[in-house]
């Protein structure tokens, strides 16, 4: 059924088949059951085993407010009363069905299949772990999926309107004391903004486990340049039995700033619920939407805690479950265990080459204690540390060549800066680059920090520590995105240049992308594009390389996606610094 936001029509397209065996559907119609799960009982044999006695309610409606249902699972612990509520919203299947598991990258993020009872879903809690704890886990197919109502929605109010009446009915079952919780990553930390800027009354806390919260400037369209591999990979990994939105079909229809794409940004500046916010460095699709809701929220009750690892992998270890059950007990239980007095912001630094030093504690976010220093790019592919001493000069690169986004692409040139101190790379840095290009009136600019040792050599660092995934050393290692991370990264296609003075703040430049701003070909134009933030450490004689390309230097998300990521550009870019094109690097930096 066609569909409008803000007076413009969403073309939709369809949601993979139910039927599919990949879906892991089960067979039948879909039909309230209940099902005693005694200790002892394992959903296959090489799962994890449940611990206590546990109610499964599988397949119940929960209607929504316009006459829709969907479907949802309810695990809880049996003879209780009183029991807070952990709500799963997830458009990739309920309870260990839909397409996707952990097995989609190579070594399961180091969770092994044992770890985990298969009654979760897809990047959400194990009911098997939380139900002991005195928790019941809702899990909730979205609307479209798997045999929930209507066509599917890709975020935005709407999705938020249908997690408000699932928050509400959930609320009003016999067993519940009223306090229900949101809680997963990626698009079930994603769509959490989108719920709670709703303000459901008996929405008790939130933990967005990593989750962007403004579709097009955050992964669809950054920085202006679409980027459809990975969006066109997630269409195709729901099943249902209806339509979706075609996010690909819009972005084509639509690839400027409208209703449609504003709508796809949370109002986070609504929330009302206490806030449990994760964010990692490794996420080529959530850091920034992550920290900028959590800098939104008004109030402060809020907490940030920004991991070393992957956020699958994350989810499932102990300490992080410990941690995440002490803000859950404090706000659905009333139970008085201090967590008030955690840290506001906790963040993880990398080293690369050496373990992550975990949870430095801040009062803030972004941390007060970070000054920042400007490089400035100079001749001999340096980064100077004065504007005086920048050698004026240019550069160029081919634009248009395809990046197979594996870290060995070319056409990649690169400015450097050794540290004399140990120094913590922590915040976000903003590139001010002077650019043109002869052969066309747009191009589009990426740029990349990266580490290197002490020899020159440019370092990755694995998301998941070694011996979790099975093997001896990096080079064993898949080059993906979500097994190793390279360095944060900045994206901007020049026509989109324009500011937002209403989303720019201090330390990240917001850009309008309403209109275009066509670049004369040969003219010299400025850019300021904003990298996304990272902690990294340097120590003495370490070094930090910017580079600057015409492709994405981010390693694809999954191999078959490598090579998908196609620009606007064409022919040789050319950079500019020294002298009047003070071309530079502003990184937010703390002293060890």
Known sequence: MSYTVGGIEVLQRKIGSSDDPAAKRPSGKSSPKTTVLQPGFRREEDCRSIQ?????????????????????????????????????????????????????TE???????????????????????????????????????????????????????????????????????????????????????????????????????????????????????????????????????????????????????????????????????????????????????????????????????????????????????????????????????????TPRARISVLRFNQPPFKNIPYSQWPIKEAEYQNLYLSANNLLAESQSAAVPGTASYQGDIVGQQMDEDSEEIEFRHTFQETTILIGASKATLWLSCQDHNDFDVFVQIRKADRSGKILRNVNIPLQELGVDSEAEVQTVNTLKYLGPTGILRASHRAFDPLLSKPHWPAHDHSKLDLVPPGEIVKLEIGLWPAAIQFEPGEQLILKVAGHHMTLAEFEPLRGGFVTGNKGRQVLHFGGEYNSKLEIPFVLV
């Open 107 to 341: 070594g399961r993020v180091g969770i092994p299949k044992e770890r985990l009872s298969g009654f979760e879903s897809f990047e959400a809690p194990d009911p098997a772990e939380w139900v002991p704890y005195g928790y019941a886990i809702v899990n909730v197919n979205a609307r479209g999926i798997l045999g929930s109502d209507g066509d599917h929605r890709w975020h935005g109010t709407s999705e938020g309107q249908d997690g408000y009446d699932a928050i509400e009915f959930i609320a009003s079952l016999p067993w519940t004391n009223g306090r229900i919780a949101l809680m997963g990553n990626s698009w079930l930390g994603s769509s959490q903004w989108f719920i709670a800027a709703e303000q459901p009354p008996h929405l008790a806390c939130m933990l967005p486990l990593e989750g962007l919260s403004d579709v097009y400037r955050e992964s669809l369209c950054r920085g202006g340049v679409p980027y459809r591999p990975f969006w066109t990979f997630l269409m195709g990994s729901l099943s249902g039995d209806n339509d979706q939105e075609d996010v690909i079909a819009m972005i084509d229809r639509y690839p400027l700033m409208n209703e449609y794409w504003e709508d796809k940004r949370a109002k986070s500046h609504l929330i009302k619920a206490p806030a449990y916010v994760l964010a990692s460095m490794s996420s080529a699709l959530h850091t920034i939407g992550s920290l900028r809701s959590f800098e939104d929220i008004p109030h402060e009750e809020k907490w940030l805690r920004m991991h070393p690892t992957q956020e699958w992998h994350d989810l499932y270890q102990e300490d992080s479950i410990a941690d995440m059950k002490r803000f859950l007990d404090f706000y659905t239980k009333e139970i008085s265990n201090g967590w008030e007095k």
């Open 52 to 104: 206590t006695p546990t109610i499964w309610e599988s397949d119940i409606k929960v209607p929504l407010r316009d006459g829709s249902f969907l479907l949802a699972d309810i695990f809880r612990p049996v003879d209780a009363e009183n029991v807070p509520a952990i709500l799963v919203w997830s458009p990739y299947g309920k309870t260990g069905t839909g397409i996707l598991s952990l097995d989609v």
